[in-house]
């Protein structure tokens, strides 16, 4: 029995000739196909930093807004005569009335109003750990120490385990 050799490429002149052609037409496909994968990657990476930063900032607007809109409210709730009495004289049923019954309907979830010695006056859904949370902050020993005069803090806040949109004011009367 004859042995057979399998021989895939015979040495000739035709062979060399298409198996150049094979390698050379292979090489700039495969290259191609390199350099449109980096491409294309590189362009993605751009688009979704565009994207990414396009919404960051759309957050910002949104977060402004609702800051600018939560300082309004809190600013007037806190600069009327009638507040300013019944803090001093620490009426706290006309304050559940009068705060804690009408702010949610403005979207404000919670609400600590404090009198000038650190006394709670009245909260909506403030829990005493909320309530020593928010005593140990900057923003409060601030606005408590008569710090600001104008222009009051605002921005978020983390009490417990979620961020809210926080503005600060103290309570005035008109003379003030």
């Not at 052609?21 to 294309?40: A, E, G, M, R, T």
């Not at 709730?77 to 009495?85: L, T």
Request: net charge positive.
């Amino acid at each position: 029995m004859k042995k057979r050799k399998f021989l895939f490429f015979k040495n000739t002149l035709n062979n060399r000739v298409r198996n150049a052609l094979y390698i050379s037409s292979v090489i700039p496909l495969f290259l191609f196909f390199i350099i449109s994968i980096i491409l294309i990657n590189i362009n993605l990476h751009n688009l979704e930093k565009e994207d990414m930063a396009r919404l960051i900032k759309s957050a910002g607007v949104i977060i402004s807004e609702q800051t600018t809109t939560v300082e309004n409210i809190v600013v007037d709730y806190s600069i009327w005569d009638e507040p300013y009495n019944k803090i001093t004289t620490s009426n706290k049923n006309w304050f559940t009335e009068n705060y804690s019954s009408s702010l949610p309907h403005y979207g404000i979830d919670i609400e600590g109003l404090f009198n000038k010695n650190g006394q709670v006056v009245n909260s909506l859904n403030l829990t005493n750990e909320n309530i020593l949370e928010i005593k140990k902050s900057e923003i409060y020993k601030n606005v408590l120490s008569g710090k600001y005069k104008e222009n009051y803090p605002k921005g978020i806040m983390k009490i417990g385990n979620d961020y809210y949109i926080v503005g600060t004011c103290p309570i005035l009367n008109s003379l003030n």
